[in-house]
């Protein structure tokens, strides 16, 4: 490693038809002579650090293949972008369920729809721009809490506009959890690479308030912990994408909150989609 992987970070932005600014970032790929393989890191303003400088460090090791790392972020205030976040990443609203209304009046949740849109069209034709010899059959989405959401949400709508689908910590629990009900009994057709994961603490009840709910009593929290239902719910993703014949890699990381665990959680998502051994999209193996 020559230089610093930060040195290697580049940025643009893009505004969206519908006005959002977009902050994008990426990581100069290294010197290459096939394919260019994507990944796209929700939240990037949270974890594009954390992915670019794991993936950089891994790279020269040739742990990974070379690949485009490259964050979607807006570049702003903390609250704004909580804000944004929240209308971007969410799927429209169908059910009365306490938690979902309470996350969905902050910021007019229910857009996914149309950032997928973004993603899929203006965001990989600007970075085609830039780099001309990106792998548009190759690209993984990662996200993480409500971005696994929305990860969860394209994997169930497109199957097809991603090679892998990373669902960290996903928020299963929004719209009464109808990501489940929305998996389908038998999985025809293409069978994209999935891996979901959660920290193993994400469901544990605390012993007194937390530093960051100030407004809550400890009986609060608790109910709020428990509708999430962050380790269970992911787990009956997994249970159901299997059952209708997706293969999905799952992993719980033991000793993690769903703070601590977006590190290993985005490493282990590298190192899978990414992984030199299998470089072929899994569209065109055999099944």
């Known amino acids: 490693m020559a230089h610093r992987i930060l040195d290697s970070i580049s940025s643009f932005e893009i505004e969206a038809p519908y006005g959002t600014t977009y902050h994008i970032s990426t990581l100069d790929p290294v010197e290459h002579d096939r394919p260019l393989p994507v990944v796209l890191v929700l939240d990037a303003d949270l974890y594009f650090g954390i992915a670019a400088q794991t993936y950089g460090y891994l790279q020269p090791f040739a742990e990974v293949r070379t690949a485009l790392v490259v964050g979607i972020g807006y570049g702003t205030t903390v609250g704004e972008t909580i804000g944004l976040r929240t209308q971007d990443l969410t799927p429209p609203v169908s059910t009365g369920h306490p938690v979902t209304a309470q996350v969905a009046a902050y910021a007019g949740a229910g857009e996914a729809d149309r950032f997928l849109d973004l993603l899929t069209g203006p965001v990989l034709d600007a970075l085609a721009e830039r780099y001309p010899t990106i792998d548009r059959d190759d690209v993984t989405l990662i996200g993480h809490s409500l971005g696994g959401l929305l990860v969860g949400h394209a994997l169930?709508?497109?199957?097809?506009?991603?090679?892998?689908?990373?669902?960290?910590?996903?928020?299963?629990?929004?719209?009464?959890?109808?990501?489940?009900?929305?998996?389908?009994?038998?999985?025809?057709?293409?069978?994209?690479?999935v891996f979901v994961s959660v920290g193993g603490q994400e469901q544990d009840l605390p012993d007194e308030v937390p530093a960051g709910r100030p407004e809550m009593t400890l009986d609060q929290v608790h109910q709020w912990i428990s509708a999430l239902r962050m380790v269970d719910g992911a787990a009956d993703l997994v249970a159901r994408l299997r059952a209708a014949g997706l293969p999905v890699e799952h992993r719980v990381?033991?000793?993690?909150?769903?703070?601590?665990?977006?590190?290993?959680?985005?490493t282990r998502s590298l190192l899978t989609m990414l992984?030199?051994?299998?470089?072929?999209?899994?569209?065109s193996r055999p099944s």
Request: aromatic share 10%; net charge negative; hydrophobic share 40%.
């Open 156 to 193: 169930l709508t497109r199957p097809g506009a991603f090679r892998g689908y990373c669902l960290l910590s996903p928020s299963v629990w929004w719209d009464d959890s109808a990501l489940l009900s929305a998996v389908p009994a038998s999985w025809d057709g293409v069978q994209p690479q």
């Open 275 to 283: 992984s030199p051994l299998s470089p072929l999209s899994p569209r």
């Open 253 to 266: 990381f033991d000793g993690e909150s769903h703070s601590s665990v977006v590190p290993p959680a985005i």
